[in-house]
């Protein structure tokens, strides 16, 4: 029976169902997995968790640096989150030679260079598959069952937050203050809610997913990142309209020129398979040059789920220590070249353009004059009809077209005494 000492750090949300399952698992685990994880020292700042989860006195500390210190544990588990404390405690466990798990992707996107670099260097294994995806396990796929192939594409809804925000906004109408204000009734979303709808929790995702599926380092902030917040519903009425659905994708593309590397609300026909993942649930669609299309659907946050994959990656830690933990380093040696991602002026895509116009003849002609002189071409249009001289927006889908002609005409456009209001620019994927 091989045996795994663990130290967890922090007992909030997932902490607490990482607790809860290894205890009451604990035999099953042993049985069926032939490892016996065993909790020796558990650290929360807040002392009310001892007794909350019956935590016998001798495993239980305030203080995370005494259960890293601690020579009897071989991995670490670290469930605080942000990156200020648990960047130092992550290196801390690092440097006294333990193991790491962790979910914490803000991290590993900010300063995976140090963390992996670490790593290799102290030849530990750092564990990190509930950071993308939640209890999907992606990460395992791409190190294991996709090694075969050279991975060219990644479409994902990698925030369960904005994809419930965008489903309730298209399934019941409701503006995104509305939305916003039900997900975090729902517990979906936090009080300060700027991570998940600025794209900025699946733009860290991303980044994680970049590393291992391309082979290399990619610097966070390269990352172009739009969120939902300026989606209106009348958007959202108008893609419906055209045959579209607007999700929140974060995308990366791998070309001789670089990769594309961008967070973004975005158009997809509604038969596109990720155009119906719904509510909170994320999906990653992976294009490798050998299998095509490989879609990993599941549930991305949440106690339950997290902790199904924190589980999993201590199995592997259980399974590759003492003797295989060179594969490992071989691994994350051959992450440490710095890919070249393009910036987001440079790529060509089709565009959702909305202007709220006023209502008079020649409207149009003024608009596609500047967008034919920035070479986009129009491939459908709506004009919702009012009385002369009233407001209405005009909807344009264009053909393929270069971002920076399409920000240089948009720039235009807004000068035009026909214009009232900001224009809406949206992305539009997958045909
Ligand atoms: N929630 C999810 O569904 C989910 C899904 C995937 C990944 N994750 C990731 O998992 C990690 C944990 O998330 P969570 O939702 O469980 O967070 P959480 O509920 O805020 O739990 C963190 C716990 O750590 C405690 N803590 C803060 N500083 C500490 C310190 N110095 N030493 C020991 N404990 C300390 C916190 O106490 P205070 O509350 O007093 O600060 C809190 O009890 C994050 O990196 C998150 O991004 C979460």
């Known amino acids: 029976m091989r045996k795994l000492n663990i130290g967890l750090l922090g007992l909030g949300q997932i902490g607490t169902g990482v607790y809860s399952v290894l205890r009451a698992k604990h035999k099953l685990y042993q049985k069926e997995l032939g490892v016996s994880f065993d909790l020796v020292k558990v650290a929360d700042v807040r002392k009310e968790r001892q007794r909350a989860l019956r935590i016998p006195a001798g495993v239980f500390t305030t203080d995370a640096f005494e259960v890293i ?177 607007i999700k929140l994708l974060a995308i990366a593309k791998a070309s001789a020129a670089g990769i594309e590397a961008r967070v973004q609300p975005t158009l997809l026909p509604k038969a596109h398979i990720l155009a119906n993942v719904n509510e909170a649930f994320n999906a990653v669609l992976l294009r490798g040059d050998e299998v095509g299309d490989v879609l990993f659907y599941g549930r991305g946050a949440g106690q339950r789920p997290t902790t199904s994959a924190i589980i999993s990656d201590l199995t592997d830690i259980a399974k590759r220590m003492p003797g295989r933990l060179e594969d490992e380093m071989i691994l994350l040696r051959g992450l440490r070249a710095r890919l070249k991602v393009k910036n987001i002026s440079s790529i060509l895509s089709r565009y959702y353009l909305r202007f709220h116009v006023i209502d008079r003849p020649g409207v149009l002609a003024k608009i596609s004059r500047v967008l034919g002189a920035h070479s986009i071409s129009i491939s459908d249009c709506v004009q919702k009809e009012t009385s002369a001289g009233k407001i209405v927006p005009l909807i344009l889908l264009t053909h393929h077209a270069h971002e920076r002609d399409v920000r240089d005409a948009i720039r235009l456009i807004a000068r035009l005494d026909v214009i009232r209001g900001k224009s809406q620019v949206i992305r539009i994927e997958g045909n």
């Not at 605080?80 to 193991?99: D, F, Q």
Request: hydrophobic share 45%; charged share 30%; aromatic share 6%.
């Open 69 to 245: 210190r601690d020579p009897k544990i071989d991995v670490i588990i670290e469930l605080i989150g942000g990156t200020r404390v648990a960047r130092k405690v992550v290196l801390e466990a690092l440097r006294h030679g333990k193991h790491v798990v962790t979910a914490n992707k803000a991290l590993l996107a900010e300063f995976g260079d140090e963390v992996f670099g670490l790593a290799v260097r102290r030849r530990r294994m750092i564990a990190f598959e509930a950071s993308v995806g939640g209890g999907i396990p992606v990460i395992k796929a791409l190190r294991e069952g996709l090694v075969a192939n050279r991975i060219e594409s990644i479409h994902s809804i990698i925030n369960g937050t904005s994809n419930y925000i965008l489903t309730r906004m298209t399934q019941d109408g409701l503006d995104f203050q509305v939305a916003l204000k039900q997900a975090q009734a729902k517990g979906y979303a936090e009080a300060d809610p700027t991570l998940d709808v600025e794209g900025i929790d699946a733009a860290h995702k991303l980044a994680i997913l970049v590393r291992f599926a391309f082979g290399g380092k990619v610097r966070f902030k390269d990352i172009h990142c739009e969120g939902i917040s300026e989606i209106r519903s009348e958007d959202i009425a108008f893609a419906e309209e055209f045959g579209y659905r």
